[in-house]
């Protein structure tokens, strides 16, 4: 129901859109009577198979958000399936950087309140960056990238940290992607919050 209002808003608004839904092949199989409503404004569907029947849908689901760039030819707007788009997303065009996203609460981590730098800074020790010094903290549920040898590495790195996250019990994504981000020289720059 949150992927329909999502893909939805965002053909509402921008009818020439190119938009593409990557799914588990679980998922997928989920998308039949009422539900088939979400297929009706994309653009295309990517359905990604899982050999081990046994997995969650939350690692499916990780597991192709950070495969998202080897998934989509192109440049790319990722969104979270719980985003609604509410205006025209032209201006994505005018965005200059190879990898652009918004700060965690839109806060630059020196503004972080207790309860959010916390268990950023024990995710953050867990799988191996020191958050000191860091200027910013990205959200992963909203992503611009390039489709560019160094975004595919940042992706790639991201992927690769987020399952040694998962070694260590951490399965969200966003402590892997900061990780990524330091790794390959900060690339990933703050858009505007408004994204």
Request: hydrophobic share 40%.
């Amino acid at each position: 129901e949150q992927a329909l209002i999502s893909i939805w808003s965002a053909r509402y608004h921008n009818p020439d859109a190119h938009i593409v839904l990557l799914v588990d092949d679980k998922t997928n199989e989920l998308l039949a009577g009422k539900r088939a409503e979400v297929l009706e404004s994309l653009t295309e569907k990517v359905v990604i198979p899982f050999e081990d029947e046994r997995t969650t849908m939350m690692y499916r689901s990780r597991w192709i958000k950070t495969q998202v760039r080897q998934l989509v030819k192109g440049d790319l707007f990722f969104i979270d399936c719980d985003t609604i788009i509410n205006h025209s997303l032209e201006e994505l065009d005018t965005i200059k950087c190879e990898v652009g996203a918004v700060c965690e609460s839109n806060l630059p981590i020196d503004q972080f309140c207790m309860p959010l730098y916390q268990p950023m800074c024990a995710n953050a020790h867990t799988i191996g960056w020191n958050p000191e010094g860091e200027q910013f903290y990205f959200s992963s549920g909203v992503i611009y990238a390039k489709d560019t040898p160094a975004t595919h590495h940042l992706f790639k790195l991201w992927h690769q940290y987020w399952q040694e996250g998962l070694e260590k019990g951490i399965n969200i994504d966003q402590p892997s992607l900061a990780k990524a981000n330091i790794e390959c020289e900060h690339i990933i720059q703050r858009i505007d919050d408004k994204w």
